[in-house]
Nanobody
Framework: QMQLVESGGGLVQPGGSLRLSCAAS????????MGWYRQAPGKQREPVAQ???????NYADSVTGRFTISRDSAKNTLYLQMNSLKPEDTAVYYC??????????????WGQGTQVTVSS
């Protein structure tokens, strides 16, 4: 089992920056990948950025060049550095871990979400 707790959200003006953190606790057999998703009002949850167990990263087109995903394995923490924020980045941001439970099964774990509001 894993527990994920996000922090770092808030209100920021357009063009500003925020850094989200996701502290992971608990243990699983193996973590396949970690990522950030977001859900704006009236919209479906969408992927924002992912980082694999090997460290490779992938970003949504809308955030490429502005957001950076990283992790600190020693602290079991995932980060999302968000720069040049736009009003359309306003959403609840969720941390995700895809874990291998055994040879045959995987599970997605989710945090409770943190609100990011970009507005002047």
């Amino acid at each position: 089992q894993m527990q994920l707790v996000e922090s770092g959200g808030g209100l920021v003006q357009p063009g500003g920056s925020l850094r989200l953190s996701c502290a992971a606790s608990g243990s699983v057999w193996r973590i396949n990948g970690m990522g950030w998703y977001r859900q704006a009002p009236g919209k479906q949850r969408e992927p924002v950025a992912q980082i694999s167990s090997g460290g490779s990263t992938n970003y949504a087109d809308s955030v490429t060049g502005r957001f950076t995903i990283s992790r600190d394995s020693a602290k079991n923490t995932l980060y999302l550095q968000m720069n040049s924020l736009k009003p359309e980045d306003t959403a609840v941001y969720y941390c995700n871990v895809n874990a291998q439970l055994d040879w045959f099964s995987t599970r997605n774990y989710w945090g409770q979400g943190t609100q990011v509001t970009v507005s002047s």
